[in-house]
């Protein structure tokens, strides 16, 4: 007796469930006025200072140092403490800012929905740390499991972290989505593990030549949900 496909969806957060405003950015600059006003020295301009920022959350993000290593780093190099309570306030910070600057997708809630809906696994994969990838997730409409690199030791596109995505789907990479806006990270990253890989163009931008192309490009997250009808149609 034929049955429907079991599929699997997984999301990234930051410009495909929903935008951030440069939330960590921001939070840095905080900090940055506390090392100032206990002491410490800029090391330029507040361009410089945000380009400085930009760059070191980069790295961060990349997976060279955690956001605790980052916070003592910036404050190390600009005359300040470099003990915990700088990062566990920077941290507070951060998570508490997530309700202001965290501003959902108009369609994240309802696609989410309608996935739930129709018994589609779905889960998150997202490049950051915890809690603040679960608290966005959450400003996104989403219920379910966060998984976020700093909790794996790996970071998108390392194949291992799409491994988690499928393991927490319980579903083959063959039969799972992944949904994301960076091609490298996500595009990349999903299509070397063996998922199917959406890319969502919202925003006007050129995918890049020379990585390879996506399985699906959308351009609104609601487009996600005939992409996965078409699979669970399909026939086992």
């Known amino acids: 007796m034929s049955a429907q496909v079991g599929v699997g969806v997984g999301f990234d957060i ?10 960590e950015r921001v939070a840095f600059l905080h900090l940055l006025d506390r090392i100032v006003a206990e002491g410490g020295r800029p090391l330029g301009t507040l361009q410089e200072e945000i380009e400085r920022i930009d760059a070191l959350l ?7 140092f955690t956001i605790d290593e980052a916070v003592h780093r910036f404050s190390r190099e600009r005359g300040g403490e470099t003990h915990d309570d700088y990062a566990a306030g920077f941290r507070r910070l951060a998570t508490s800012m997530a309700e202001t600057f965290v501003i959902p997708d108009p369609e994240a ?11 589609t696994k779905v889960a998150v994969l997202s490049n950051g740390w915890s809690p603040l990838q679960n608290v966005k997730a959450r400003r996104a409409g989403f219920g379910g499991t ?27 990479p063959d039969r799972c989505f992944y949904v994301g806006d ?10 070397a593990a063996g998922l199917r890989a959406v890319w ?15 399985t699906h490009v959308v351009h609104r997250l609601s487009d ?13």
């Open 14 to 23: 930051d410009h495909t469930l929903a935008i951030d405003n440069k939330l």
């Open 200 to 214: 969502i163009d919202n925003e006007g931008k050129t995918y890049p030549s020379n990585l390879p192309a996506p």
């Open 146 to 172: 966060v998984i976020a690199s700093a909790d794996l030791g790996v970071q998108k596109p390392h194949p291992q972290a799409f491994a988690a995505l499928c393991r927490e789907l319980r579903l083959p």
């Open 58 to 64: 980069a790295e961060q993000r990349a997976g060279a």
């Open 109 to 119: 809630k309802g696609t989410l929905d309608a996935l739930a809906a129709s018994g």
């Open 182 to 191: 960076d091609p490298k990270a996500d595009i990349a990253g999903a299509l």
């Open 224 to 236: 996600v949900l005939g992409l996965v009808d078409a699979v669970r149609s399909q026939k086992s």
